[in-house]
């Protein structure tokens, strides 16, 4: 059973749209910078209805970014934290923790769009110069979260689905610079933090399905839904490409 018509709900679609004995609850607040309470008590209100579905495993997208302390917890977090907090107390709840997901969607809001919309454009943007950021593709979180809802015992947890590596903000514009043969409009300024995500479990699984995460993964998804002109990037993501600098 599939809530929702996003990008997530699509995705799992195929594998447990016709199965009653499993809630795939894709209808959350999907703009991070969202502060608005009426959307956050729209999510609410649909989840405690939809938490009292009959089924085996009830499974719930968050984000990594919930583990941050209080004090650094945007109001868009605090609302995943205390969603959460009501799947978990179910004995059937499973939390999918994820990053910035990449998929093709024309959400304005995602990370990549942002970052893609404004290079092509040439509007300038501004840049925490520390802060890193996760990527991964939607290919991969359905396939990963699959095997996981399949396989993993009927008691409450929360997993991160994530690459192995963040990478830091002025290194994924790097990589979309080069592909896009664009220099971004943006000014650097000297915030941001490492983002921290437990990758153990995600590791394990997505080696026993043959998905590589780490090394270059973050630059073969960008590559995969921004390569705009196929004679200009042909083969781009296949032969080999220089090193980006690690320090920027």
């Known amino acids: 059973m599939i809530v929702g018509r996003g990008l997530l709900a699509h995705a799992f679609t195929p594998h447990f749209g016709a199965n009653a004995g499993v809630v795939i609850f894709a209808s959350g607040v ?3 910078l969202e502060t608005r309470e009426s959307e956050f008590e729209r999510e609410h209100t649909l989840l405690r209805q939809t938490l009292g579905h009959d089924a085996r495993r009830f499974v719930y997208f968050s984000s990594c970014g919930v583990i941050a ?18 799947v978990l107390a179910k004995p059937n709840g499973l939390v999918f923790r994820l990053p910035q997901v990449v998929g093709r969607t024309n959400n304005s809001h995602t990370l990549t769009n942002f970052l893609h919309n404004h290079i092509m454009s040439g509007e300038h943007f501004t840049v925490w110069a ?10 991969d979180i359905a396939k990963i979260g699959n095997k996981l809802i399949d396989e993993l015992s009927a008691m409450p947890a929360a997993i991160s689905i994530a690459a192995l590596e963040s990478l830091p903000m002025p290194r994924i514009i790097r990589i979309f610079e080069r592909l896009l043969g664009k220099t971004a409009n943006c000014t650097y300024v000297d915030k941001g933090a490492p983002m921290l995500v437990d990758t153990v479990q ?3 699984t997505s080696t026993s ?12 998804v960008i590559v995969k839904y921004y390569a705009v002109d196929a004679d200009r990037h042909a083969g781009l993501a296949s032969r080999p490409q220089p090193a980006l600098d690690a320090s920027t």
Do not use: C, F, W
Request: hydrophobic share 30%; net charge negative.
């Open 69 to 86: 302390p209080e004090t650094e917890l945007t109001p868009y977090m605090r609302h995943k934290r205390r969603m959460e907090s009501l």
């Open 202 to 204: 995600v590791q394990k």
């Open 130 to 139: 520390h802060a890193e950021r996760n990527l991964i593709d939607i290919d």
């Open 30 to 32: 999907s703009n991070s």
């Open 209 to 220: 399905l043959g998905i590589d995460l780490g090394g270059d993964y973050v630059e073969r």
